[in-house]
């Protein structure tokens, strides 16, 4: 039913790299093809290479460097007047708008890629724009805004067999069922991931699909299956360089631990993350791994004000990122702690 996963992302010449090449493989080629073609004065295909530097930027945590990227790749891809390399372009600056922590912006962006994508056809592009909003939405945690988004992406992707994106929005309806307390919904969805990405040989998918099992097996207490599942999604990271991806893996691993009551473990567990997240300017990730600090913590014995103090201020920092979500995660670790607001 599902053919091998490829990445679209990689277009032009760079159209034969695997979706599980490292992003260092990926950056040094598509750097030296975007250098040629410059030199040869072939706007679409600097802007397809430009693309691949983008996004090899973008996962490595190098964000100032995907953002100049990306610009260029819309500037090379206006010049040629290819609006599906224009779509992609958007689509990659709103992917990291979103990273970013701009999830205003990386909605604007992705509004945009999809219009673009649309006008010039470019159904794959037009799905991942699409793709990218219901993820924006999902991340804020308005579940009734994107949920029917979703499960349309989910149709479209099984109808075309796209073995990636199917992958995709799995995880991501999966991931809504984990957080409303659906969790034998939710683990059928990631089983169900990982076995389409084994299939199709898309180690990305399979990871983030890995560590969404953990997650419900160690809401059931099956502590020691959830950390071996997340020790082979890390050596899949880790391989890639997925830097992003590694963080959340690593913060999941601190919530593992933390369920299991082993705090001093989920403590350095969290702080390590939380340098991760810091080092590429990941807001998001940095806040939810500073949330699992502060609760381990204090399971350890940390003053009760230090513990509120911060608290108060991971509840204004996720409101002004928009997360809905993880807000209501701060009010619930206020209430397992016994921890009232400051003032």
Known sequence: MYGKAFAPEYRGSLGDLSVNASLEEVLA???ERRREAEAAGTALESAHAGLAVAEA?????RTEEAEAAWKASYRA????????AMAWAVWSGGTLA???GALALARRWLSLAAELAER???VVARGYSLAGLAETGRIQGDYQAVGELHEKLLAEARRRGEARHTVWALEGIAQMHRNTGAYDKALAMFEEAAEIA????DARGRAWALRGIADVLSLRGETDRALGLLTGAEAICSRMRLV????YNHKMRGNVLFRAGRYAEAEDCYSGALEEFRAMGEPRGEALARLGWVKARARLGRDHDETAADLDELHRALGSLGLQHARE??????????????G
Request: avoid cysteine; hydrophobic fraction near 40%; proline fraction near 0%.
């Open 198 to 201: 084994g299939g199709a040989d």
């Open 29 to 31: 080629k598509a750097l």
């Open 329 to 342: 995660m701060v009010d619930k670790a206020r209430a397992e702690l016994g921890v009232l607001t400051v």
């Open 244 to 247: 992003s991806a590694l963080a």
């Open 77 to 84: 891809a206006r010049e040629a007047g290819d609006l599906g």
């Open 120 to 122: 010039g056809g470019d």
């Open 57 to 61: 930027y973008r996962r490595l945590g």
């Open 98 to 100: 979103r990273q970013r």
